[in-house]
């Protein structure tokens, strides 16, 4: 599942259509006018990439960093977050606190994010302040004060975030540990937030390594969307960007997770008001063929009102109270497809397993009708025109896909997407949607009893 | 132009043939009495529209709390034509969203659709608004949705303190109580009930229509014209509201396994209607509102670092709303969290704000406010708070005046005037044995 940390808390922040990125389906008729892109790359190795959009006199400014929890190794989990977080505390030229200060008195709301792949900071305001925005960004990405009294108070406010979000909060705790046992050689299987040891352990100086590593302009995408002409904007970005040194191209994750080759179990029992049962299968990404039926896979499962899990799990059989579908296929690496339920007060959870087993065999052993598949099309692209609406959801598409290295990825989606069929989509069932490729996590609520494993939990760890 | 706004310059922009700046939306009154506001906003082939009804939970009959809910709830869940399943499977074929939400004072239908598909959108929410059901089976169902729902919330120590503040603060009156109803008087609704609550509230006089998306004026009214031809005005009953109490100040503390303290501390606040609404505004953005830069921030969090999250807020409603201060911190100091921050706010109105802060939260304020009317979904959803609060379309016009014009006495004066420490109520949800703290003898939330 992809992680997002925020340096301030989401209802303060703008971050209100990120997790639908991937089912971006451009519309035909505005595809033209709505992907006035240009794309550019400095001496230093900044990629530049321009969205020209006139619809009002705002900017969205983001800046990627290909630095993620992906790039870390255990000992120093969590430190692209913590990172994040210490970007804010002041250059030379701006003191703790003045780029918050700066932004905010434009009425500019600004926030940045880690994940697993990328940290991505960004600013929205009136577009009369793009030079600000550009001289504060390139400030920091070449300036940034690291001080140990700093860094220990952001590591005192960076655990106090991981109780908040995982510690306290009984669904991401489970997450947590499913994705932790999901993946044995990989990257993915730690939290971007980190393990608390590690937070407690980091020092300044592998912060101040991993910054010269990660944080140089080879390893960053600029993107800038909004009243601003591509003319007018890249002599601006080389006169505060064009001056940085270009640093060592950063290691490459080289990691891949071996194919799971039988079911692993997790079970978490802890405070908590409801069962929880998550289901997360290893998939392939973007790279594949198989990601589009993936993607709408997702959708028909339970994605909308009327999809399967919804209307047989919740409705008909008031078995859960929610089912969900997650699944990323702009991760950079193959991730997991997670199906995952909150026991309805008083239901057994290992009928509502039974149940969800149904539903998947029931979606490889019979292909979808027509109308459900032109419906799941229907839901994906009117989602993505929606999401036209907000100029930093649009940039935050562009981000992502340069990230993956090519921004014209996005214009390739509804291709995509409409060229799916339902014998695709069955294809994808049977081929992912298997026993051995499923990592089963269940959250039971202290003072419930666990059930019991046939055999001692063969193949899994058991949490307690 | 007569303003710099960058909104006006927007739309200025996009009329080419006009020289002055246009208003955010046209207002129209139905012939049934619905206020009907358009904002025409091309660029996006979609349309967001939002009906606020003057309605919510305040308005449910003593007994019956829970039916503004349930009603709304159901809407969506059977009509004449259309079963709750059918219903969503039309809605997802067309790629459109029909929500319909319920609060204390109001209710709220959101439609979003594409511009292409409005005519069989605005079919189904006509069903919606003017021939629910309310079918028996669908009310067990959201009956147990709704409890399960609330059993699922238990389980956060933030909304176990903020549910046990607002009981405390407003015993017998409508804001501290939970849309949801209770337990005792959820079970016993039925499907009269709701088809009740239907048929006297949900009245094109008691409704603002809000639109906002790629459509012209004409076409949206008289498409609304055609599609609520049937929907026909009645009295309204007034609902009584009690007096304004101010309970003595407590300290509740509920013992939770938990790793951070959830503490909310707070009293009354102001109505909505207080000519002191603006400097209140600026005055607790200074405060807490302001996130970083603002008083609470910088010193609980990046001083001392005991939060990663802190805020203050003034809800201010139809009645006075609460002023809540919300932080979580670690169990082992939430004490000290607590009195630091009440160190803070006794500072703030002993010494008031100084200029730079004062400039600083009027220029962000000020500045912020176009950037909120770009996308349809923000100017859809600030059109029907405009109305409901009688401010005026011309409301972000004046705007810049209104905080501009506040100065650092006036800001002063409402710390002095709205801040009441000795009447402070303070929540505390934690592991208490970690915390240093022992059991208060308030009943734990839910009781």
């Known amino acids: ?464 | 132009m007569k303003s710099h706004l960058a909104l006006s310059f927007a739309l200025a922009l996009l009329f080419t043939s006009q020289a002055v700046a246009a208003p955010l939306a046209t207002r129209t009154v139905l012939d049934n009495g619905a206020i009907l506001l358009v904002a025409e906003r091309p660029g996006v082939p979609m349309i967001v529209m939002n009906i606020l009804l003057k309605s919510g939970a305040a308005a449910d009959p003593a007994g019956k709390e829970g039916v503004a809910n349930l009603t709304a709830e159901l809407l969506t869940r059977g009509t004449k034509k259309h079963s709750a399943q059918a219903l969503a499977e039309e809605l997802d074929f067309l790629g459109a969203s029909l929500g319909v939400d319920a609060d204390i004072e109001t209710t709220t239908i959101t439609l979003t659709t594409l511009t292409k598909n409005l005519a069989p959108a605005l079919n189904l929410l006509a069903e919606v608004l003017f021939t629910p059901t309310f079918p028996t089976v669908e009310l067990e169902k959201k009956r147990k949705e709704i409890e399960g729902g609330l059993k699922s919330r238990e389980e956060e120590p933030g909304w176990i303190a903020q549910r046990t503040f607002l009981e405390k603060l407003y015993p017998k009156h409508p804001y501290g109580r939970l849309v949801e109803g209770r337990p005792a008087t959820l079970a016993k609704l039925t499907r009269a009930d709701a088809a009740k609550f239907h048929q006297i509230y949900y009245r094109p006089n008691n409704a603002i229509i809000a639109v906002a998306g790629e459509i012209s004026k004409e076409q949206m009214t008289s498409q609304l014209r055609t599609h609520l031809a049937g929907w026909q005005p009645a009295d309204i009953p007034s609902i009584v509201w009690p007096e304004e109490y101010q309970p003595p100040e407590e300290r509740i503390t509920v013992n939770k396994k938990v790793a951070q303290a959830n503490v909310v501390l707070g009293h009354l606040g102001i109505a909505r209607s207080n000519p002191d609404y603006y400097a209140v505004q600026v005055m607790n953005y200074i405060l807490g509102g302001g996130g970083f830069g603002s008083r609470l921030m910088d010193k609980i969090r990046e001083e001392l670092a005991l939060v990663y999250h802190i805020s203050s807020s003034f809800s201010a409603r139809k009645h006075a709303g609460p002023f809540m201060v919300v932080l979580q911190t670690k169990n082992a100091s939430a004490t000290q969290a607590i009195e630091e921050s009440m160190q803070v706010i006794r500072h703030y109105s002993e010494e008031g704000p100084n200029e730079k802060e004062l400039a600083a939260a009027k220029s962000y304020l000020i500045n912020s406010f176009p950037l909120r009317l770009v996308s349809n979904r923000d100017v859809a959803a600030l059109l029907p708070v405009i109305e409901f609060y009688e401010l005026g379309l011309d409301y972000p016009d004046r705007y810049p005046t209104l905080i501009g014009q506040i100065t650092r006495e006036q800001v002063h004066a409402a710390a002095k005037t709205y801040f009441h420490p000795d009447r402070e109520l303070q929540v505390i949800v934690a592991d208490l044995a970690q915390a240093g703290l022992t059991q208060s003898g308030s009943a734990p939330v839910g009781q």
């Open chain 1, 1 to 464: 599942m992809r992680q997002y940390r925020h340096r301030i808390p989401l209802k303060t922040g703008f971050f209100f259509l990120g997790y639908l990125l991937l089912l971006a389906v451009p519309s035909p008729r505005a595809e033209e006018k709505n992907w006035q892109v240009t794309q550019e790359t400095l001496a230093n190795g900044l990629t530049i990439i321009m969205l020209e959009d006139r619809r009002a006199p705002v900017i969205s400014l983001q800046i990627w960093y290909k630095v993620g929890s992906r790039n870390e190794r255990l000992g120093i989990t969590g430190i692209s977050h913590l990172l994040e977080h210490l970007m804010f505390r002041g250059t030379p030229t701006h003191g703790q606190g003045e780029f918050s200060r700066l932004v905010q008195e434009k009425g500019g709301s600004h926030n940045a994010f880690t994940a697993e792949d990328h940290t991505v900071y960004f600013e929205n305001t009136a577009s009369a302040h793009l030079d600000l925005l550009l001289e504060l960004e390139a400030d920091r990405m070449a300036n940034l004060t690291l001080d140990e009294t700093g860094f220990a108070a952001e590591k005192k406010i960076v655990m106090e975030e991981r109780r908040m979000r995982t510690a306290d909060e009984p669904a991401a705790d489970l997450y947590e540990q499913v994705g932790a046992a999901a993946y044995t050689a990989h990257p993915y299987e730690w939290p971007v937030v980190g393990w608390m040891h590690d937070l407690e352990t980091i020092t300044l100086s592998d912060v101040k390594d991993y910054r010269q590593i990660f944080y140089a302009p080879n390893n960053a995408i600029l993107v800038i969307a909004g009243d601003v002409s591509p003319e007018a904007l890249l002599p601006k970005i080389k006169a505060t960007f064009g001056a940085i040194p270009s640093g060592q191209p950063p290691p490459k994750v080289t990691a891949v997770e071996p194919e799971q080759r039988g079911e692993r179990q997790v079970t978490l029992k802890r405070p908590a008001s409801l069962p929880i049962y998550v289901a997360a299968y290893h998939v392939p990404n973007f790279a594949s063929d198989d990601s589009f039926p993936l993607a709408l896979l997702s959708v028909i499962l339970a994605g909308g009102r009327s999809s399967r899990l919804q209307t047989s799990l919740v409705e008909n059989k008031a078995l859960v109270l929610a089912a969900d579908a997650d699944y990323d296929r702009t991760s950079q690496d193959p991730s997991l497809f997670i199906l995952s339920m909150r026991i309805a007060p008083g239901r057994q959870w290992q009928e509502a397993e039974t149940a969800l087993r149904q539903e998947i065999q029931k979606v490889k052993t019979q292909p979808v009708t027509a109308k459900e598949l032109e419906r799941a099309k229907n839901l994906v692209e009117s989602t993505f025109t929606y999401g036209q609406d907000s100029l930093f959801y649009r940039a935050m598409q562009l981000g992502q896909y340069a990230t993956l290295g090519d921004w014209t990825l996005i214009q390739k989606v509804i291709p995509g997407i409409r060229a799916v069929s339902a014998e695709d989509i069955q294809r994808v069932a049977k081929t992912y949607l298997r026993e051995e490729n499923r990592t089963a996590g269940l959250l039971i609520p202290e003072g419930t009893p666990v059930r019991e494993a046939p055999d001692g939990g063969l193949g899994g760890k058991n949490i307690h």
